[in-house]
């Protein structure tokens, strides 16, 4: 009997490791689970295992020797961990492996010279690593090598000349890997598509010899090579990419490097020939506009006979195509239409217009692709991807990508289900596993143009997330204990079959749990500051839950206000049965909220745990949530000192929870709907049942920056890297704070008619009518103020969270906004502006009526 182990759990102690006797288990599929621990000898005895996957956890140690004795293993996929250690001379013993992957870990040693024994394999990817030695020659004999990168490698010695006899080898990376001598002639290699041996120490010529016709990328970049181009790449008609630069190369350019190319509109050529000795040209200096040219450092820059030099020896000569996001949605949809708080959005190139559903988001990212402009490549691997998997082209979407380092393609990509005559939403479980599995057994058909790829995640939420099982405490997963049962129904026939929990140890670490773990249908929790109510209390307080005293719903229940026994206004959250507020963020919200203190977070009275309910009970906020003042049905409005205020308060209670809560915390969940107001406009964070705790000490003493667990928040607010990676940061809430200002400034929803608000306001902002988007309700206001407002909203929603600054400055750039408003609107004390005053927050002395659209009120420090 086989089993196939999928995707069971989150965090463990301890996992399934070793199934003997009559077992037969065939895949280990365990990719981004946030497993940390050492992997266990006793993986070597999966004897049927071909699939071993651990991609992307937190794993350390050595790989174990012993996974050399599973001959029947076809893929083995450790990247993305921290094991360290050398490569065992076992793996050699793989003779049916396909695929090796254990990049970007912290792998030492040398390359065994065992791994020539690896007949099979095709993709050999040990980059991003701490190799050393010499390359052994002996791979020359891995006759069905498709893809050889070591980039980033401490590798010393040669470029081993046999290197010219693989037969099929179609990209060569070995970039940044510390490599001396000379370049070798590699013509003889019929199907090389991309060769990457920049940032070495080779010296001596280029080799003349032609390489083949399918050449897309040449990039021999920072070394000591000298002599002269070889003409022969001026007969290469795929070619896209030539990096030459920083090197020692002399003579003359050969022009007919592009004037024998025959270009189409698609077609791009990068000449990058910087900081050499190159004193002429060969032909006219006349590239075609698809054709970029960098001369920058050269003799010819000084040659003032001929002609347009200077257009190309400039520091400005052209720029790597870094394509931004893109979308190919024009619907107009109605905006209520789709349920947006449970993961449905309109399918971009849906056959039946409006067609409603919820995707599978997929991090994707292409290594080392053969092209360097993608957008002629669109449709095309559109029509790749959905063929392989089986789909419509409709059912892709690809939401954004970005050029990395590497170079590679990273992508964010969802597949809708398909429209059927019951028009469908959601994939079944048996859809979701099989496009999961094609993924993940690299089932794709070969593709030279768009090289290998790596799965980066493969993210489940909404309608899917029931596949996904979040463990924290310290008994086994409801997943485990599937798998447990399903071992010992395959192991009935034989009494000595042995079912170990090997694999994974979880290492003991530093957490701030919870007053109480340990739940059961009743929790009793007792919390210095947090009151515990009957439930005949609640009932009291809200007349018997009447309809009249609702004052809100959301995805977890009904909000109440509520009048308590000592005449206190409360605001009480009901959970309805079957709610998404589970036990967990229940008691995550009672335990975060009883520790927390600020005049901008919402304060919790108590709670109520009585009779099968969960209610929890607030401080009133009489004017609502942020989101109902900005919302097209609101009939007054805010204007825009007020909406800055508002701003810099959320900014306040949110850079108290990341810099001086003990330890800090990540919100996780922040939008407009989030952000409550009381009687005087102060802003106050609230909801806490998605929060997570700050990463503390790991086990060398450092701090992680971030926190690996699966994605959890609202569309439209949620962070692309955090979508992409699973990795939680304090820059994940500035990004959706940065979604929040731009809701402020523009009155619109952050996902609506199709479109996204991030991406309009950046086309808005680009083409210079931003101020044709800014929320005409709120009045007049100083326009250099809003322009830095919005300067501020697009840095907090870059892709990149290096990009993004920091709650304080977030805080900082806001108060310098405030100090910029006109004497007859804000007057804000110097004391205020700094933070280092410590000031929780400025709060307005005006009346409601005072805030509506048209006068600006006056601000006082509070």
């Known amino acids: 009997m086989g089993i196939r182990v999928h995707q069971i759990g989150q965090e463990f102690y301890a996992w399934i490791?070793?199934?003997?006797?009559?077992?037969?288990?065939?895949?280990?599929?365990?990719?981004?689970?946030?497993?940390?621990?050492?992997?266990?000898?006793?993986?070597?005895q999966l004897s049927h295992l071909k699939i071993l996957d651990f991609m992307w956890n937190d794993l350390n140690g050595s790989i174990p020797k012993e996974i050399g004795n599973i001959a029947s293993l076809e893929l083995l996929l450790l990247n993305g961990n921290k094991l360290s250690g050398s490569l065992p001379d076992e793996l050699g013993y793989l003779s049916n492996l396909n695929r090796l992957q254990v990049d970007q870990n912290q792998i030492s040693g040398t390359i065994p010279k065992s791994f020539s024994n690896l007949s099979s394999v095709k993709h050999l990817h040990l980059n991003n690593n701490s190799i050393s030695g010499q390359i052994p020659h002996e791979l020359s004999n891995l006759s069905y090598l498709l893809h050889l990168i070591l980039d980033n490698n401490n590798l010393s010695g040669y470029l081993p000349p046999e290197f010219s006899n693989f037969p099929d080898l179609r990209i060569l990376s070995l970039r940044n890997c510390s490599l001396q001598g000379a370049v070798p002639d590699l013509s003889r290699i019929p199907s090389l598509r991309y060769l990457d041996?920049?940032?070495?120490?080779?010296?001596?010529?280029?080799?003349?010899?032609?390489?083949?016709?399918?050449?897309?990328?040449?990039?021999?970049?920072?070394?000591?090579?000298?002599?002269?181009?070889?003409k022969s790449f001026s007969d290469l008609p795929s070619l896209q990419k030539l990096s030459l630069e920083n090197n020692f190369l002399t003579g003359s350019i050969p022009a007919n490097i592009w004037q024998n190319m025959s270009f189409s509109s698609a077609t791009r050529l990068l000449l990058d020939l910087q900081n050499n000795s190159l004193s002429d040209i060969l032909g006219d200096l006349n590239p075609p506009e698809n054709v970029t040219l960098r001369l920058q450092g050269n003799p010819i820059c000084s040659n003032q006979n001929i002609q347009n030099i200077r257009q190309f020896c400039g520091s400005d000569a052209g720029g790597d195509d870094m394509p931004e996001s893109q979308t190919n949605s024009t619907m107009i949809c109605p905006i209520q239409a789709c349920p947006v708080d449970n993961y449905f959005e309109y399918v971009p190139a849906s056959p039946v217009p409006c067609f409603c559903a919820s995707p599978l988001r997929?991090?994707?990212?292409?290594?080392?692709?053969?092209?360097s402009y993608f957008p002629p490549y669109v449709y095309p691997f559109e029509m790749y991807l959905t063929s392989s998997l089986n789909l419509d082209l409709y059912q892709l979407s690809i939401e954004y990508y970005v050029w990395e380092k590497g170079p590679r393609l990273r992508m964010y990509l969802k597949l809708f289900p398909r429209v059927s005559d019951h028009h469908s939403s959601t994939f079944n479980i048996s859809e979701i596993l099989r496009i999961r599995g094609i993924f993940t057994s690299w089932e794709f058909s070969g593709s030279d143009l768009f090289g290998p790829y790596e799965l980066l995640n493969f993210t489940l939420l909404g309608p899917y997330s029931y596949v996904n099982f979040e463990t924290r405490g310290k008994s086994l997963s409801k997943g485990i204990l599937i798998a447990i049962v399903l071992v010992a129904i395959a192991c009935a026939v034989s009494m000595s079959a042995v079912v170990t929990l090997l694999i994974v140890r979880r290492h003991a670490r530093y957490q701030h749990t919870l007053s109480r773990r340990h739940l059961s249908s009743k929790i009793s929790i007792k919390i210095d500051g947090v009151k515990s109510f009957t439930f005949k209390e609640?009932?009291?307080?809200?007349?018997?839950?009447?309809?009249?005293?609702?004052?809100?719903?959301?995805?977890?229940?009904?909000?109440?206000?509520?009048?308590?026994?000592?005449n206190t206004i409360v605001a009480i959250k009901r959970a309805m049965e079957g709610s998404l507020q589970g036990k967990k963020e229940f008691l995550t919200e009672i335990e975060m909220l009883s520790r927390l203190h600020h005049i901008n977070l919402v304060s919790l009275v108590g709670?109520?745990?009585e009779k099968g309910e969960q209610m929890l009970v607030y401080e009133f906020m009489p004017n609502?949530?942020?989101?109902?003042?900005?919302?097209?049905?609101?009939?007054?409005?805010?204007?825009?000192?007020?909406?800055?205020?508002i701003a810099l308060g959320s900014a306040k209670g949110i850079l108290y929870l990341h810099t001086e809560a003990h330890p800090p915390i990540f919100h996780r969940d922040i939008k407009s709907s989030n952000i409550l107001l009381d009687s005087k406009f102060t802003a106050k964070v609230a909801d806490f049942g998605l929060s997570r705790l700050a990463p503390v000490l790991d086990d060398e003493g450092a701090v992680p920056n971030h926190v690996?667990?699966?994605?959890?928040?609202?569309?439209?607010?949620?962070?692309?890297?955090?979508?992409?990676?699973?990795?939680?940061?304090?820059?994940?809430?500035?990004?959706?704070?940065?979604?929040?200002?731009?809701?402020?400034?523009?009155g619109m929803k952050p996902i609506s008619h199709g479109k996204n608000i991030v991406r309009e306001v950046n086309l808005?902002?680009?083409?210079?009518?931003?101020?044709?988007?800014?929320?005409?309700?709120?009045?007049?206001?100083p326009s250099e103020c809003v322009e830095r407002f919005v300067a501020l909203a697009l840095r907090c929603c870059q892709d990149r969270p290096e990009e993004r600054p920091s709650m304080l400055d977030v805080v900082r750039e806001l108060e310098n906004i405030l100090q910029m408003m006109p004497e007859t609107g804000l007057n804000i004390s110097s004391s205020s502006s700094a933070y280092a005053s410590r000031d929780p927050y400025i709060s307005s002395n005006v009346s409601g009526g005072d805030l509506i659209s048209g006068a600006i009120p006056t601000i006082t420090p509070r």
């Open 17 to 44: 490791s070793g199934l003997m006797g009559t077992c037969t288990v065939r895949e280990l599929q365990l990719m981004n689970m946030n497993l940390s621990g050492s992997l266990a000898p006793e993986l070597g």
């Open 197 to 230: 041996l920049s940032q070495n120490q080779l010296t001596g010529s280029i080799p003349s010899n032609k390489l083949s016709n399918n050449m897309t990328t040449i990039d021999l970049s920072d070394n000591n090579l000298n002599g002269s181009i070889p």
């Open 362 to 371: 997929i991090g994707y990212r292409l290594k080392s692709p053969s092209f």
């Open 538 to 566: 609640m009932a009291l307080a809200t007349e018997e839950f009447n309809s009249s005293t609702q004052v809100g719903q959301g995805g977890y229940g009904k909000v109440y206000k509520g009048i308590l026994s000592d």
């Open 607 to 609: 709670y109520c745990d």
């Open 624 to 645: 609502g949530t942020l989101q109902n003042w900005l919302s097209a049905k609101s009939k007054e409005t805010l204007n825009f000192g007020v909406r800055l205020c």
């Open 708 to 746: 690996s667990t699966i994605v959890k928040g609202t569309p439209g607010y949620l962070d692309p890297e955090y979508l992409l990676t699973h990795k939680l940061t304090d820059k994940s809430d500035v990004y959706s704070l940065g979604v929040v200002f731009l809701e402020i400034l523009t």
């Open 764 to 781: 808005a902002h680009q083409s210079g009518v931003m101020f044709s988007i800014i929320d005409s309700r709120m009045g007049s206001y």
